[in-house]
């Protein structure tokens, strides 16, 4: 009671503001591990369990890691191509793996029913499902409604079992957690832990540098010199430390960026990219192409939250805004990537749903094609144009649909903005 006699109501416990995405966060580790181990597999008729091959490359970097093995990080077969920060974020799981005697070998005829995954496949899905807390905390941080912060974790859960369950790369969905989390503290005016939330996004995987630009043109000069330091540290000492054991196999893996086209879905850059050995192409040029339209774009839209700033600072607005450049910054990667697979759209999505979630019917509409577009991105199509552009329409029509309430409609512009600067949204309510 307050010396006026007013009651002061106490700051809700953690559990309590959180409770949407730990529910989601429970029901999607029970799904993953059902369907991937018992009744997916018996629903496809599958003598071995169902699980995300992409994950076992990663985890035996992680393992080579824990044995201080530098040198191996990046020979196979690992397969990293990202910073070692993916290998660090899977370093516990495997230790506890490595103590059990469970081994790592790969899932198949010759180890159908591998024990690592017990182990290994929850902590994966509940370290990508730290981004349903970030969305959460920031749908909070805008004034969005418990009733749709529910709807919101529930969409965000959907999408991200494709990066979790379905392909097992939890270091995008920890990296973008990590830039939700960075982004939220910078509009808390944190610059110093933004800084370092950011830094460590990039050292995990490295495709938020997509979304750095828009981040940096919303920060005050005089912190950008700190903000720079803090943000390349993480990566710069593990990426230095990697290079120092190996340097031939990490520049090859880390600037060549090898992805396979007979593998994977072909785009229309495929013929574009440098050819690899092995029958690989090198993704990296063309990303260096997406990373100038994202500099492009946030340069675009960085005179105006300088206007909103010093009308009335970080406010909600200012905040939905930058977010939702972020994902149209993130959606210049599925553009113009020489190679694409079913979960690199998910980051757009999972920011997209955020700055939609202001308006029931907006976020309503934004989970039907976020869901839709998750499940349609596993289809095996593999000609140049259906896949990609089905992705790339499938983006389009996101963006437009999480343009915040108040903003002008401008969709034919806003449809534009994945592969050019388009009219600024008005942002969030």
């Known amino acids: 009671m307050s010396r006026a006699g007013m009651s002061v109501s106490a700051p809700q416990p953690w559990l309590s503001r959180r409770l949407f995405p730990l529910l989601a966060t429970g029901v999607l580790i029970a799904i993953g591990v059902i369907s991937t181990t018992g009744w997916g597999a018996d629903l ?6 169902l699980l995300p091959n992409d994950m076992w490359g990663t985890m035996v970097a992680a393992s080579r890691l824990v044995h201080l093995d530098l040198s191996g990080l990046y020979t196979q077969p690992t397969g990293l191509v ?7 974020i899977l370093a516990p799981v495997v230790a506890v793996i490595d103590a059990a005697g469970l081994g790592l070998g790969v899932p198949g005829a010759h180890n159908p029913h591998p024990g690592a995954w017990l182990l290994a496949g929850p902590y994966e899905i509940a370290l990508s499902a730290v981004v349903l807390f970030a969305a959460d905390s920031i749908a909070e941080r805008l004034g969005v409604a ?11 859960a959907v ?10 790369h939890p270091e995008d969905a920890i990296a973008v957690a990590l830039f939700l989390y960075g982004t939220l503290a910078l509009a808390d005016s ?5 800084g370092w939330l950011i830094g460590a996004a990039i050292a995990i995987q490295p495709l938020v540098l997509l ?8 920060l005050e000069h005089r912190r950008l010199t700190g903000f720079l330091i803090r ?4 990566g710069a000492v593990l990426l230095a430390a990697a290079a120092w054991a190996n340097w031939t196999a990490t520049v090859k893996a880390v600037t060549g960026q090898p992805n396979w086209p007979a593998v994977d879905h072909t785009t229309p850059w495929t013929s574009l990219a440098p050819q690899m050995s092995g029958g690989a192409v090198a993704a990296g040029p063309l990303r260096a192409v997406a990373i100038v339209l994202a500099c492009g774009c946030a340069l675009f839209a960085g005179r105006r939250w300088r206007a909103l700033r010093e009308h009335a600072g970080w406010s909600p607005r200012a905040l939905a805004e930058v977010l939702w450049w972020v994902a149209a910054a993130l959606a210049l990667r599925c553009v113009f990537e020489s190679v694409m697979v079913a979960y690199y759209v998910w980051p757009v999505l999972a920011v997209a749903l955020i700055t939609a ?6 976020l309503a509409a934004t989970s039907v094609v976020t869901s839709t577009l998750t499940f349609v991105s596993q289809a095996a199509w593999h000609g140049p144009w259906i896949w990609w552009g089905s992705m790339v329409a499938g983006l389009a029509v996101t963006l437009v649909l999480a343009v915040p309430k108040d903003a002008p409609a401008r969709p034919a512009r806003l449809g534009r903005a994945l592969s050019r600067s388009a009219a600024a949204p008005s942002v969030a309510e």
């Open 82 to 88: 990202s910073l070692p920060g993916t290998a660090v």
């Open 146 to 156: 418990w009733s749709k912060r529910a709807l919101l974790a529930a969409a965000q």
């Open 357 to 362: 979630s202001g308006g029931w019917l907006r």
């Open 211 to 218: 979304a750095l630009p828009v981040v940096l043109v919303a």
């Open 231 to 234: 943000a390349a540290a993480p």
């Open 159 to 168: 999408a991200v079992w494709s990066v979790s369950v379905r392909w097992g």
């Open 44 to 49: 496809v008729g599958a003598h071995s369990w």
């Open 190 to 194: 944190r610059a110093g832990r933004s």
